[in-house]
């Protein structure tokens, strides 16, 4: 059944947002919009699905029902990116309005604390709220630029944005649960979007991550306030800031502090980084911590010439964990480096920031791509060959070849 999208725009989120928007009004200026002449350029075999109807359509390539991919420039004009342009990739069929019911009424089990509770998301929302910016990707970011063509949606950079979540912190729930129960080493997230009657060993949603990022997660019901679309996990989603959007669990019911590593498919053999040819086993790495990466985002290099003389040169650039510190900006496929400026407001280490260069180019073909850096970490020039074409933050494959005129 089709599923609408609800913008229930709460009061305090309307404030929040329109002072937000308001210190973004300065970055516009230099990144573009999307309409319709500049997306035809973009072909787009597949229909959004009945559950992604109300996504714009014009800013997005479908590449499947589980896999819709934001275009180059469709990442918004300010620092977060609307979700009507925001990708999605489901491993699991979208829950429906029927399935979920009635959204006050769903349940989160709270286990490996003290004193284990069950609260309703009425009850969280009563609770003391937090907002926060955080940039979600999906660990295949970047895999259409890989030689061997792994199997999955083949996105280039548009499994990614930068949304503001609000919700509830975890810490804050494990305090009203008496604390955490003693040796547990994992934050545990689990969704409800199994389908009926599958093993949960091969089909349910489950992911653990170190325990330590449960004092930066929150439990969100609201994406740029609004409340949370089913598409992206309503009524409520595990926030890992910082980590790849797998760990970033949907359609949540059970958070648990656990001793060990969850033993389903989705974190034991799936989203590992395992050699060109290997299957995924839990003795390769996961897919956790994201990398810092950057890419440019103006100009484009399917938009026809550019004038000559001064071009602006703008992007976006964030550190996973680390706050991003500097981005460079290279018009010789990485001969030499200019250092860009970040434009913007900054909205704390786990949004990305937007930078931006001017050039003084002259008619010819330009290689344009940028580096970033985080915590003393810069990217590399390649990716790393990996099975299923993950974690790919190589600076060379993310860059555009302009003509100017």
Known sequence: MKQTRQTNISRRNFLAGSATVAGLAAAGSVLPTITAANAAAHEKKNALPDFAAWKNEQAVIVHSRSGIETIREAIGSGILTPIDNLYVRNNLPTMTDEAIGDKDKWTLSIEGVKNPKTFTLKQ??????????????????????????????????????????????????????GG???????????????????????????????????????????????????????????????????????????????????????????????????????????????????????????????????????????GGLKEVSNVEVSVDGGKNWKKAQFIGPNLGKFAWRQFALEADLKPGSYNVVSRASAGGKSQPELRIENERAYLHNGWKDHGVTIQVA
């Open 124 to 177: 969280l929302k009563l609770m003391s709220p937090t907002t926060m910016a955080a940039v979600l990707q999906c660990s295949g970011n970047g895999r259409g630029f890989f030689a061997h063509k792994a199997s999955g949606s083949q996105w280039k950079t548009g499994a990614a944005g930068c949304v503001m979540w609000t919700g509830v912190a975890v810490t804050d729930l494990v305090k009203m649960c």
């Open 180 to 318: 955490l129960a003693s040796g547990v080493k994992f934050l545990t997230g689990t969704g409800a979007d199994m389908p009926k009657d599958q093993d949960p060993q091969k089909a349910l949603l489950e992911r653990s991550v170190p325990l330590n990022v449960y004092k930066d997660a929150i439990l969100a019901w609201e994406i740029n306030g609004e409340d949370l679309p089913n598409v992206h996990g309503a009524p409520l989603r595990l926030v890992t800031p910082g980590y790849y959007g797998v760990n970033n669990v949907k359609h949540l019911n059970k958070l648990a502090f656990t001793t060990s590593e969850s033993q389903v498919r989705f974190m034991k053999s799936s989203y590992r980084v395992t050699p060109i040819g290997t299957k995924g086993s839990s003795d390769y790495p996961t897919c956790w911590e994201m990398d810092v990466k950057s890419w440019v985002t103006l100009p484009v290099a399917d938009k026809g010439s550019v004038a000559a003389g001064k071009v602006t040169i703008s992007g976006v650039a964030f």
